[in-house]
């Protein structure tokens, strides 16, 4: 299984970045999609996930109501919409997956397939 996470970039504060995981050698019918970023000197943290089968979300308090997960089933893509950007939010974003049932979907140990990551950075 690979991952590969684009859409990264500069954006000043309260602008808008769509970023993109797009997984190939499997299907991903069954397994849970996530994003999670990593800011400089930070440990690696949830942002969202998504479960392929049936749709549900789940975001952190500190995206929600910002950004939105989605998926493309035929294209086996997952999208991360990040509207209302703050400078908090400049991070290594991680795409990841996991074919793991009934685990706990926020912490790293979950997924077993990571992307490469896309920097994002918001200007003040």
């Known amino acids: 299984v690979q991952l590969q996470a684009s859409g990264g970039g500069l954006v000043q504060a309260g602008g808008s970045l769509r970023l993109s995981c797009a997984a190939s050698?499997?299907?991903?019918?069954?397994?849970?999609m996530a994003w999670f970023r990593q800011a400089p000197g930070k440990e690696r943290e949830f942002v969202s996930r998504?479960?392929?089968?049936?749709?549900?979300?789940y975001y952190a308090d500190s995206v929600k109501g910002r950004f939105t997960i989605s998926g493309d089933n035929a294209k086996n893509t997952v999208y991360l919409q990040m509207n209302s950007l703050k400078p908090e939010d400049t991070a290594v974003y991680y795409c990841?997956?996991?074919?793991?049932?009934?685990?706990?979907?926020?912490?790293?140990?979950?997924?077993?397939?990571w992307g490469q990551g896309t920097l994002v950075t918001v200007s003040s």
């Open positions: 050698g499997r299907t991903f019918s069954s397994y849970v």
């Open positions: 990841a997956a996991s074919t793991r049932i009934n685990s706990i979907y926020t912490l790293t140990g979950a997924y077993s397939f």
């Open positions: 998504i479960r392929w089968s049936g749709g549900s979300t």
